[in-house]
Nanobody, 126 residues
Framework: VQLQASGGGLVQAGGSLRLSCAAS????????MGWFRQAPGKEREFVAAINWSGSTYYRGSVEGRFTISRDGTKNTVYLQMSSLKLEDTAVYHC?????????????????????WGQGTLVTVSS
């Protein structure tokens, strides 16, 4: 499975941005996809995820501001980010987890994902 993330850029605080992550290759193995982010000097952290049943998961600090969605026909997941804050600045990585019981249990953690795409930089300015 290959993942291609796009949509990052520079945006003012309070603005919006939409990230996309397109999956290709053996996509039939995937059951959930998610986004993680890593700010300079910090650990990579979970942001949001969606599974193929439509369930969504968010970290508390982005709930109500970010929306994750999926276009099954295009094997693409989107992260709509609104009301962006300075602390949202980070490299955002998309990831996909194969359909296993263990992955489903760990959907909010890195261990729940088998495949990772390159990051896309989101910079929020004041």
């Amino acid at each position: 499975v290959q993942l291609q993330a796009s949509g990052g850029g520079l945006v003012q605080a309070g603005g919006s941005l939409r990230l996309s992550c397109a999956a290709s290759g053996r996509t039939v193995s995937i059951y959930h996809m998610g986004w993680f982010r890593q700010a300079p000097g910090k650990e990579r952290e979970f942001v949001a995820a969606i599974n193929w049943s439509g369930s969504t998961y968010y970290r508390g600090s982005v709930e109500g501001r970010f929306t994750i969605s999926r276009d099954g026909t295009k094997n693409t997941v989107y992260l709509q980010m609104s009301s962006l804050k300075l602390e949202d600045t980070a490299v955002y990585h998309c990831a996909a987890g194969d359909d296993t019981e263990d992955n489903a249990r760990w959907v909010r953690y890195r261990r729940g994902y088998n495949h990772w795409g390159q990051g896309t930089l989101v910079t929020v300015s004041s």
